[in-house]
């Protein structure tokens, strides 16, 4: 996986930090750093990693005495992050990525640069994989946030099971593909987009518990609407005319690179077994992380149990139906689960390997899910929030549709005027996580 990193200058705050050379822009913006207080990067560097999810790590896992000392070591260089310099990845050949992290990581350990001094999504996600490094995952396989994880789906046990009933029921017609209605299709394809967006904020109660398209329309609506006075850029009728297109011959191949695992996982099956089950898909390929990153984000394995409990509600027949069908689109190569050490990695995504970006433009979409991800899209970089969107992604291998709750200080291709009302209204809009955009660029510019 490792890959030469071809460097330009990129002046900030703390020196000369170099970034891989933008395809289609010149002129590429500072990444965040995090030695600004009163930013969320420097909370989440300089106080949230170690009190908020290093000492979960130590409270939910039974670790060996090897593997517990390894986190003590990390648990005092973040007790002193403004001063503390960072240092290269141990493991050796044992580690399918070190050779990746070590070309990572050779200019700031170089220069001397602290856990706050580095761009912030480096330093992050060198955060977890030092934590990797700890537990010497790639041995042990041990994934120290398993706990949380788990607990994410049985703690959204009553949304999953409404959800997966609604899904069911909306899709319960053996002929769903002949006799669904373009209307009808391009209804839930929306819906469906807009619930792997929004996940648990979206308001179950307005959904269709019945396959009544009449009554479904109307629903499908409503809980579309409920949402949109969130959304600061929006290109989900130009998603939905691309996905029925698809439909119309006959289904195209789609990815999802895929966030989170709990109800935010399970919201992005829903969208993959929408677009096989409208037939805009003919097989969904699920992008998952090499190993366990920002403590919830989703593995193969992760997205099986997710399966497995949606399958074990027997209660609820309509989840039961849908886990079981789920299962049939693994078990019959509809849905391909991909994990790929890159997506673990805090390379801007303009910097991909060659068979990562050979992979993807076989796609007809890609849905990048999420807020780390959006931010590779954007390198870590401080666009101004009204840059075009085709401006800043439209090297992407492949025609793109972003789906991104803001849970950072970086954006693009937001309009003045909605900027001026999230900001007048939430004071911490860019980080809250209750605003959000969909955004969609179809070709991928000559590079």
Known sequence: MSKSIILIRNESKIGSIYVAPHPITKHVPPQLVSVEQGTWAYDTMSRRIREDILSRVFSENELSLKHLTALQALDLELQSAATEKLRYIKGGSRCPDIETWTDLLAEHVQAGRTWLQAPWLTAEFYFYRRIMEAVEYFESGIDPFQLQKDAGLTSAEAPIRSLTAQLAAATSSPDRLTDQTDEEAAAMLELFVVTALWGNRMDLSLW????????????????????????????????????????????????????????????????????????????????????????????????????????????????????????????????????????????????????????????????????????????????????????????????????????????????????????????????????????????????
């Open 208 to 447: 269709p518990a019945t396959s009544d398209s009449s009554r479904a329309a109307t629903a499908f609506e409503e809980a579309i609407a409920a949402g949109e006075s969130q959304l600061l850029a929006s290109d989900i009728s130009v998603v939905v005319k691309e996905l029925m297109c698809a439909r119309a011959e006959g289904g195209r191949r789609m990815d999802i690179v895929v966030d989170n695992a709990g109800f935010e996982l399970l919201c992005d099956l829903c969208l993959a077994d929408v677009l096989l089950e409208t037939g805009a898909a003919s097989k969904v390929v699920l992008q998952l992380k090499g190993h366990p990153t920002f403590v919830s984000d989703a593995l193969s394995k992760d997205v099986v149990a997710t399966v497995e409990y949606v399958d074990s509600l027997s209660e609820t027949p309509g989840s039961s139906e849908v886990g079981r069908r789920w299962a049939r689109h693994l078990a019959r190569g509809k849905w391909v689960l991909n994990e790929d050490l890159y997506w673990a990695q805090p390379q801007p995504f303009w910097d991909m390997p060659q068979e990562v970006t050979e992979d993807l433009r076989r796609s007809a979409m890609v849905f990048v899910k999420g807020d780390a991800n959006y931010r590779r899209l954007l390198g870590d970089c401080q666009w101004p929030l009204s840059t075009p969107f085709s401006q800043v992604a439209g090297y992407f291998p492949a025609p793109l549709c972003a789906l991104r709750t803001l849970k950072a200080e970086v954006g693009c291709g937001m309009a003045a005027e909605k900027v001026e009302m999230a900001s007048a209204a939430d004071k911490q809009w860019l980080t809250d996580g209750k605003w959000g955009v969909i955004q969609y660029f179809k070709s991928p510019s000559p590079i």
